[in-house]
């Protein structure tokens, strides 16, 4: 009975061995792959990497891990030469398999999303429109306001405004509703489902270059494409997949 005792014993402190050094194992491949990735995707900051599964060195020994999270800073989005600040982007990637030589690792499957607020989406809108909430109902459909001072609009666009016109459309605002989409190539769009009508005829086309802009989000995964957008009272959520995503290397 002793002897069993004294097995029992030994098992445990062997198996808290194993534990802590799994552990110690993962934290650091949980670093130098956040390394990798930073530098991969060129990235202002270091990503958070959560390897997923228990034990960690017996998925290494397989050269395959079941799940691989990541969180990411220092992605933007530009649009017209604006470059905005985009948040809360992650990735769950799974099935990632690790090369022989350790070097570098795919993922079979994953998934991305991002945020990006109004005030941002402001940033980057054309110069004169501001990008709001558009309510409950709107919002369920994937739609935005964009508004603003037509006159700042207009001459946003290029469109040089006679004194006369210009105090004639002093205090004139005009709001637009415009719907979100994605475009294949993972760029986001903003276009208006229809325009106000004008105190002045002849600027419809110049209006609307200035409220419908597309928004490019760089520094997801090349392979992951966004392909979905909810609005909400926060701003726009973005989500995409995609299969063989270049994790590292």
Known sequence: MR???????????????????????????????????????RLASTPDVDIKGFPFLTQVLGKELDEVDV??????ATAGGHSVNVTEVTAALHAVRIDSSFSSAVAGRAEGAAN???????????????VGYAGAERAAKGQVKVSGPLADLLEGQGVRLPGT????????????YSTVGVTGAGAVQLRAESLPKLPVPGFDQRLRKAVDYDLKIEGMPSSIKLNKVAASEGGLRFSGEGTEVRLAG
């Open 165 to 176: 016109l210009k105090a004639l459309l002093q205090g004139q605002t005009v709001t637009a």
């Open 116 to 130: 990006i607020s109004y005030a941002d989406l402001s940033k980057a809108a054309p110069k004169g429109a501001t």
């Open 71 to 76: 969180s990411l800073s220092g992605v933007t």
């Open 3 to 41: 002897a069993l005792r004294i097995l029992l014993i030994i098992a445990i402190v062997l198996g808290g061995i194993f534990v802590a050094a799994d552990r110690i194992a993962v934290n650091i491949a949980e670093s130098k792959t956040a390394d990798k990735i930073q530098s991969s995707q």
